[in-house]
């Protein structure tokens, strides 16, 4: 997997979660803003039991993650993740397409294979949603414990064809909503990059493939982070 850290300068911020990171590597490193980190793996991994909690630091149950993440830390020329004095920017728990696979939700539908009304709006798809990320949102909430911001990025308004499109919008949603209830700042871009349809614009679109943003997309995350003040 390729990885995305700079070495110029001090990185600016620490990016971890999957591959919807590495269009925010590429843009920073197109723009000459330095940063350390990059994807760890794919999305699938980074919902539950993906890491243990420690008192100043995290550990990742994948050894190839665990030895990512222990050389973005290097980079920083700090041992454990409550020392890195930069936010964090993630993607844990965000790809939202895995969370909306058609065959996780074929219990909750009707005979003529819609939801009920109110399902998708309702408590008990925020708790299954919640609870499928669980590790996810632990990661930011230990995060945040640490006092460090952390800023999570929605992913690209794609849905691939074994995914629900309107479950993939309602669960990202309410993943958004408990990080955001956690103190997790959300980047959501979806006024500039999605048309009519509420999907990502064409020329926002990794050709060639079902799920990612491409550069363009990245270098307007990369935009936002900037404002906020990174």
Request: charged letters at 20%; proline letters at 7%.
């Amino acid at each position: 997997m390729t990885q995305s850290s700079t070495t110029t300068a001090p990185g600016r911020f620490l990016l971890l979660g999957d591959s919807h990171t590495r269009v925010i590597g590429r843009a920073a490193s197109a723009a000459g803003i330095p940063f350390h980190g990059g994807p760890l793996g794919a999305g699938r991994e980074f919902t539950a039991a993906f890491f243990e909690p420690r008192a100043t630091d995290v550990v990742f149950t994948k050894p190839e993650a665990q030895e990512y993440y222990r050389g973005f830390l290097a980079e920083f020329g700090v041992d454990t993740l409550a020392e890195v004095t930069v936010p964090i920017v993630a993607t844990f728990g965000f790809s939202a397409h895995f969370v909306a696979t058609r065959e996780n939700w074929l219990i909750h539908r009707r005979d003529d294979g819609s939801f009920p009304p109110g399902f998708l709006g309702g408590e008990l798809f925020g708790a299954i949603v919640c609870a499928m990320v669980r590790d996810a949102l632990a990661f930011y909430r230990h995060a945040l414990g640490l006092g460090l911001r952390v800023l999570a990025v929605l992913p690209p308004q794609r849905v691939p064809g074994q995914s629900d499109p309107d479950v993939f919008l309602a669960a990202q949603d309410r993943v958004a909503d408990a990080a955001a209830a956690l103190g997790v700042e959300i980047v959501d871009l979806r006024p500039r990059l999605t048309d009519a349809s509420g999907f990502q614009r064409p020329e926002f679109c990794e050709p060639d493939d079902e799920i990612h943003g491409n550069l363009a997309s990245g270098r307007l995350i990369l935009r936002e982070l900037l404002e906020r003040g990174l």
